[in-house]
Antibody
Framework: QVQLQQSGPGLVKPSETLSLTCTVS????????WNWIRQPPGKGLEWIGF???????LYNPSLKSRVTMSVDTSKNQFSLNLNSVTATDTAMYYC????????????WGRGTMVTVSS | EVVLTQSPDTLSLSPGEKATLSCRAS???????LVWYQQKPGQAPRLLIY???SRAIGIPDRFSGSGSGTDFTLTISRVETEDFAVYYC?????????FGGGTKVEIK
């Protein structure tokens, strides 16, 4: 069973870059579409984008100018970078696996709460 | 961008009652590309229903999904204590993928 383990800082200063990593266990990153989704405190879910093992990406147009996602197949990991952060980027960030068989996010990481504050 | 509107915002029910949650899309969603998730406090969302009406592995049969086009429904036939949570719908009919605002099912 695939599991996702998230890592990265919980506090980022305004104007700096938010960087998170998700490590895949029980399976290979060289399959599926790997996603990032965020949820501001007390609010709903926002899809940030996905990265495919080949390096192909698709980002939400609302964040596209600030987002970069990548895959490291040697470490079985994928990553999110969000630059020029502001307080509105404060949220719980989840990594999630998109399964093309059921066409849904079937496996989620536990989430990383990221606060943007000086 | 497809906007998903969920209603009601909050549903107050007693255990054993039936829950009916609505998800309305701003444009027709082809091929029933609609998913439902359950989220409990402090947890990540969990997949419940995919393809509008197919239950995910391990999901009890008291959960069912229906609908097509712009109107979709999640039904819990008899709500159990463990079902009190927030429920989100999500489409995958093109980019960006979007979620509804959620319906909270709370204990009456």
């Amino acid at each position: 069973q695939v599991q996702l383990q998230q890592s990265g800082p919980g506090l980022v200063k305004p104007s700096e870059t938010l960087s998170l990593t998700c490590t895949v266990s029980g399976g290979s990153v060289s399959s599926y579409y790997w996603n990032w989704i965020r949820q501001p405190p007390g609010k709903g879910l926002e899809w940030i984008g996905f990265v495919y093992y080949s390096g192909g990406t698709l980002y939400n147009p609302s964040l596209k100018s600030r987002v970069t996602m990548s895959v490291d197949t040697s470490k079985n990991q994928f990553s999110l970078n969000l630059n020029s952060v502001t307080a509105t980027d404060t949220a719980m960030y989840y990594c999630a696996k998109w399964d093309g068989t059921v066409n849904a996010f079937d496996i989620w990481g536990r989430g990383t709460m990221v606060t943007v504050s000086s | 961008e497809v906007v998903l509107t969920q209603s009601p915002d909050t549903l107050s029910l007693s255990p054993g009652e039936k829950a009916t949650l609505s998800c309305r899309a701003s444009q027709s969603i082809i091929n029933s590309h609609l998913v439902w998730y359950q989220q409990k406090p402090g947890q990540a969302p969990r997949l419940l229903i995919y393809g509008a009406s197919s239950r995910a592995i391990g999901i009890p049969d008291r959960f069912s999904g229906s609908g097509s086009g712009t109107d979709f429904t999640l039904t819990i036939s008899r709500v159990e204590t463990e079902d009190f949570a927030v429920y989100y719908c999500q489409h995958y009919d093109g980019s960006p993928l979007t979620f509804g605002g959620g319906t909270k099912v709370e204990i009456k």
